[in-house]
Structures are given as structure tokens and as C-alpha cells.
């Protein structure tokens, strides 16, 4: 591909939206006046026409391959964020009298806990909010209720940095995983999975699209609640208009499907997996290097994506966010509720971001410590 543009790009460590893959923006900037053959911009094409159609149906071919997703999945591309779906599972899932599970393993894991009590009965099987989230809760840790509607866990825990590697075993129990921040980051057993949501503007594209996968049972029991939930808000009507129901968030999708076709040129997940357990293992190695940084996960649970750090003091902490963004490395600063630092380091956040942060941080060590 040509290159378009020779602007100055920053390292951008923001945890989402978040960067995206050079060569798809790349190829938006060179397509966005008029996509080849078409003559009208992604942004003006009616989402009846043949052109959506089949950029959706690309899309969604993409999802399957890269994931392996079986033929009793669907692949739905929704719109309200992760944050609708904390809603949608409960309000299409959770018959009155049933009780769903919820692992509550870090703050967004919390926030889902907090919407589907407005929709029914929620057990929180375990929790490490104690703890300040710095672990993921153990198998031994589960509290299950026998023949629960669901089990929600959080695959990925954004804010606090750490990363489930092993699926809680939960029997014929339906498994709901928010994968927001690590979809796509290293192959996935979906078949171990009812139904998987991921909100793309983290690892998968820009903001305003939601990835759900959702095996057909769940479909099934959804379509119970047609006569009293909304349209919109139901799996089964949006199954059966494949994710046309309305209008769909056209140019997310279109994007999306690009960052699906450069994921598939670099060899799949298995390939973008080592890449990224090469990034994050450098980082780790510099956190753990001399004591002057200090991890905020438990090692085993560390997060390939967030990496989570602290300093000793916060006029530290200040210094070292005052002068990385100074340095051209930004968004470092980790999240209110969890202070220090947070690197995240998606699929598109390239290897040299990753040097560059680890010879800053030897620098700042140095200077500092
Ligand atoms: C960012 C994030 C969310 C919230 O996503 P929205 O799409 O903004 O609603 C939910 N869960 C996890 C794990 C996240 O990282």
C-alpha cells in the first residue's frame, strides 16, 4: 500500500479508543471520497444496497474465520457499547425466578453486576473487590448456584490490568464473556462460550459498533421476550434482520471489517497472540526489573493488554506522566480508580511503542531513583 499520509503520530497508549492499525487508516483516508467501483463514500451508502450488504456479510465472514466461530453462533454487530450489553444479557437472558452469576473480577465487572440487578436476581459468585481487583477470583473461589440462567465474567479487566487465561468451569451452564479489551488479542474457544460482547473501540475498530457472538439457544430464549422488550433490545430481533433491524452504524462496521482483514493478513490470532505476549512480556520485565516500579496484578493474572504500574510516591507518579507525554508517549496516566500508570498495548499499538516506553522508564528510573 501507498503511504498517504507522513503526519507526525504519537505513541498512543490510550486505553480506548485506541490506536488503530496504520494501514487501515491508511486505506479509510485513500477510500473515504468514493470506495473503488462504488463512486459514493462509506458514509453516504444506503444500508439496503448491495455495497453495505456485502461489506457486512465480509465482516462478519472474518469474525468466523479468525475465531473459529461454529455454524450454531451468530455474529450480531450492534450499537450501544459494552455498557448496553450489561443490560441486554440480563433483560433477554434472565427469566423471572432465575438467577444469573456473576464473577466480579474489576470495576466494569461491577458496573455489570450493578445493571442486571435492575433486571432480575444476580448472585456474585465471588469477588476481588476486597483486594482492589488485583487478582482474578480462583475456580475454588466460585460460589455457583446450581442451574443458573448464565455465569457473566470479564475476560479482560481494562482498568485494574489483569487477565483471566483459563475459563471458570461452569458445567452446562451458558458462559457470558465481556471481551472488550482483549477480543482478538490470541485465539479463542468460542464454543466454550454462549455468548461473547465486545465494544470495538478497544481492540477491534472506532467507537459506536458492538461485537456480539451469541449461540442459538440464547437466540432462542430471547425470542420469548419479543411481545414486552424493545426491538432493539432483542437478541432474536436482531438476529433475524442480521443486525438491520434499523439503520447500523455503517462506517464502525465498514472500519471494523478492515481491522478483521489486516488481523487475518498478519496469520490470525495465534500470530497476533505471540506478538503480543512478546509486547506485554517486555514491559513486565522492566516493571519487575530493579523494585523501582511495582506491579498492581497478581503476576499469574496479568493482562497482556493493560499493563498496570505504580511508583513509590505520586509527586513520582506525577513526574513520570508530566514527562513521558512530554517524551511523545501519551495516555499513560492509569485510571482514577486505580492511579499510577497503565500502558495499553492492543493489537495495533506496535512493538517499537513498547521499546520506546521501556527505554523511557530506564531513563526516568535513573534520573529519579
Ligand atoms: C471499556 C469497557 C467497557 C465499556 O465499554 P463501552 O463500549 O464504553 O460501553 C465494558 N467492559 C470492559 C471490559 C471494558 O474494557
Redesign the pocket.
Known amino acids: 500500500m501507498t503511504k498517504m499520509t507522513t503526519v507526525h503520530r504519537i505513541v498512543n497508549f490510550a ?2 479508543p485506541a490506536v488503530m492499525p496504520l494501514p487501515v487508516l491508511e486505506e479509510i483516508q485513500r477510500d473515504l471520497v468514493a470506495l473503488p467501483g462504488v463512486g459514493m463514500s462509506i458514509l453516504e451508502v444506503s444500508h439496503r444496497s448491495k455495497v453495505f450488504e456485502s461489506i457486512l456479510a465480509q465482516a462478519e465472514a472474518d469474525v468466523r474465520t479468525l475465531a473459529g466461530v461454529p455454524s450454531n453462533y451468530r455474529v450480531l454487530f450492534l450499537q ?7 443490560s441486554m444479557v440480563p433483560m433477554n437472558l434472565l427469566p423471572p425466578g432465575a438467577t444469573a452469576d456473576y464473577i466480579d473480577s ?1 470495576r ?2 461491577d ?2 453486576v450493578k445493571e442486571a440487578k435492575k433486571a432480575g436476581t444476580i448472585n456474585v459468585a465471588a469477588s476481588t473487590k476486597a483486594e482492589q481487583y488485583s487478582r482474578i477470583p480462583s475456580q475454588a473461589d466460585l460460589k455457583l448456584t446450581p442451574g443458573a440462567a448464565y455465569v457473566h465474567m ?6 485494574e490490568g489483569t487477565e483471566s487465561t483459563r475459563l471458570p468451569e461452569v458445567g452446562e451452564v451458558p458462559l457470558v464473556s ?4 482483549n477480543m482478538f488479542s490470541r485465539p479463542l474457544d468460542v464454543a466454550r462460550h454462549a455468548l461473547i460482547y465486545a ?4 481492540n477491534l475498530g472506532p ?1 459506536g459498533v ?1 461485537l456480539v457472538i451469541i449461540r442459538d439457544d440464547l437466540v432462542a430464549r430471547s425470542a420469548e421476550r419479543k411481545a414486552s422488550l424493545g426491538s432493539m433490545l432483542n437478541y432474536a430481533v436482531l438476529a433475524e434482520t442480521n443486525s438491520l433491524y434499523n439503520t447500523p452504524p455503517c462506517f464502525a462496521i465498514y472500519a471494523l471489517g478492515l481491522v478483521m482483514k489486516w488481523l487475518v493478513a498478519r496469520g490470525g490470532l495465534a500470530a497476533v497472540g505471540q506478538a503480543n505476549e512478546r509486547k506485554a512480556a517486555k514491559l513486565y520485565a522492566e516493571i519487575d526489573r530493579t523494585g523501582f516500579y511495582r506491579g498492581l496484578a497478581r503476576k499469574e493474572d496479568r493482562s497482556v493488554m493493560n499493563v498496570t504500574f505504580r511508583l513509590s510516591t505520586e509527586d513520582l507518579e506525577k513526574a513520570f506522566v508530566k514527562e513521558s507525554t512530554a517524551a511523545g508517549l501519551d495516555g499513560l496516566k492509569g485510571h482514577r480508580a486505580a492511579g499510577g500508570m497503565r500502558a495499553s498495548i492492543y493489537n495495533a499499538f506496535p512493538e517499537e511503542g513498547v521499546d520506546a516506553l521501556v527505554a523511557f522508564m530506564k531513563d526516568f528510573e535513573r534520573r529519579h531513583g
Do not use: H, R, V, W
Open positions: 486505553p480506548g450501544g457499547g459494552a455498557s448496553l450489553q450489561f474489576g466494569f465487572a458496573n455489570a470479564t475476560a479482560n479487566n481494562t482498568i465481556d471481551t472488550t479489551s465494544g470495538a473501540q478497544k467507537a458492538t
